[in-house]
């Protein structure tokens, strides 16, 4: 997220608020172990310039390719959306 709000920031995009409400799903073991088989986030930002919101979406794709934490976790297969 921080990556999208650094992208926002250098677009002259005012994001005002932000909230997420991920999911994730976990795998846990007999032995009380596991882990995290997927994660879906669902972000949501407040922008001081609504009409802007097509150029916000449109700067996820670099976010999510420059973001350390979804380029360090793998699941395996990824479902549409899964971090």
């Known amino acids: 997220m921080l990556w999208m709000l650094h992208l926002c920031a250098d677009s002259g995009i005012v994001v005002e608020q932000y909230e997420d409400h991920p999911v994730g ?3 846990e073991h007999a032995d ?3 882990e995290f088989t997927s994660v879906v986030l669902h972000p949501r930002l407040t922008l001081a ?3 802007r ?3 916000a979406d449109a700067l996820h794709a670099t976010a999510h390719a ?3 934490i979804a380029r ?5 297969e990824r479902a549409g ?3």
């Open 25 to 27: 799903t976990m795998r």
């Open 32 to 34: 009380g172990s596991g």
């Open 49 to 51: 310039d609504p009409s």
């Open 53 to 55: 919101a097509a150029e």
């Open 66 to 68: 420059r973001c350390f």
């Open 72 to 76: 360090s976790v793998n699941f395996g």
């Open 81 to 83: 959306g899964a971090v």
